[in-house]
């Protein structure tokens, strides 16, 4: 095991090794468990209390307060947030809010590593069970829409996909395109894909790796995805969903993108660059880095166009949120901070 495969994966060794677990990793610089600890003991009727909300609506502030008033650590829910030093673009938590209440789930990943939801989920559960067992609550909080539905249904199926086969269809997606990829699947699925994004060159991808190593349909693997046992079964999940009206929202998108600009966002993404960042095709595509990758690479010829698509892009981000939480949580309860700044626990929670 070398000294650079040590460094590049500390973060995740990390992670892994407060719970006790045996940490190996494979000839492709993969981790993986080779053996849990014990489960601890977890209080008769946990709850999980969820708050989410589209970008820069406040979530980090109001959680804080939140937190000590039920008692409860805090579990991060951003896919960006896991990675080691992407700190301004993600509007990670400063050293004074990790201080004031105990943070789970962020910096457990190098950038040259391309987490994925499967790391995610192990180590969510882990983390939740590892903090009820201390009796305290556990107060999820984020954005990612995908990594919040791991909570509630299962997401991910038992395939394991080879890492030779997965380096062969990024690789033909790389050098033939997404029509190529597309065209592949359909031939495995003639009984059509249900509504997977075709346009999606990952989650086609993915699909297209799953098929071919399963044997099965898209439609076949869902199936069996769907039939799976239910996360966190047994304990009670409360969630609310945060906003704000659209003026104000975007009025703190452009003064939160104004901060990163001023406080090295682009010195945050040469080093993380140096880090491995280009070739993680998770994290280089996150708001705020790929726009100024695509300054340092030249396609973008100033701060102020840098600014402008970082801004445009932030709030295409919040419309698909906003449609996303309406269709995973109908029903659930909205409270827009802009009438309600300081809400009690009863007030998000009943």
């Known amino acids: ?67 000590e008033e039920l008692d409860a650590e805090i579990l991060s829910c951003d896919s960006m947030q896991m990675y080691i030093g992407m700190d301004i673009g993600t509007a990670k938590p400063s050293k004074d809010q990790l201080s004031t209440v105990p943070h789970h789930g962020i910096d457990l990943f190098p950038v040259s590593h391309a987490a994925s939801i499967h790391d995610y989920i192990r180590i969510a559960g882990m983390l939740v069970d590892d903090i009820l067992g201390r009796n305290k609550n556990v107060l999820v909080t984020g954005g990612s829409g995908f990594y919040l539905k791991s909570f509630f249904v299962p997401v991910c199926d038992n395939v394991v996909v080879p890492v030779e086969v997965r380096e062969e269809i990024d690789n033909m997606l790389e050098e033939d395109g997404l029509d190529v990829l597309v065209g592949r699947l359909l031939e495995l699925n003639p009984g059509g894909v249900g509504n997977l994004d075709l346009q999606n060159p990952r989650r086609v991808a993915r699909a297209l790796e799953r098929c071919l190593v399963s044997g099965k349909t898209v439609k076949r693997l869902r199936q069996e995805m769907e039939s799976l046992p239910e996360p966190f079964a047994g304990m009670g999940k409360k969630v609310c969903v945060l906003d704000r009206d659209d003026g104000n929202l975007k009025e703190r998108i452009r003064a939160r993108t104004q901060m990163m600009l001023e406080t090295g966002l682009m010195e945050e993404t040469r080093t993380l660059l140096d880090c491995g960042l280009a070739n993680n095709p998770v994290a280089n595509t996150a708001i705020g880095y790929r726009e100024m990758i695509a300054f340092l690479g030249g396609e973008l010829a100033s701060c102020e166009e840098v600014e402008e698509a970082i801004n445009r892009n932030t709030w295409q981000l919040v419309r698909r949120q906003r449609k996303w939480f309406r269709s995973q949580f109908p029903g659930t309860l909205t409270v827009n901070l802009d009438l309600n700044p300081q809400p009690a626990v009863n007030d998000l929670f009943g």
């Open 1 to 67: 095991m070398s000294e650079r495969i040590l460094t590049c994966q500390s973060g995740y060794i990390h992670a892994l090794e407060l719970f006790g677990c045996e940490i190996h990793l494979s000839k492709s610089e993969n981790l993986f468990i080779r053996k849990l600890p014990e489960k601890p003991i977890v209080p008769m009727n946990p709850q999980l209390h969820v708050i989410t909300g589209p970008t820069a609506s406040g979530k980090t502030d109001l959680c804080l307060c939140l937190a």
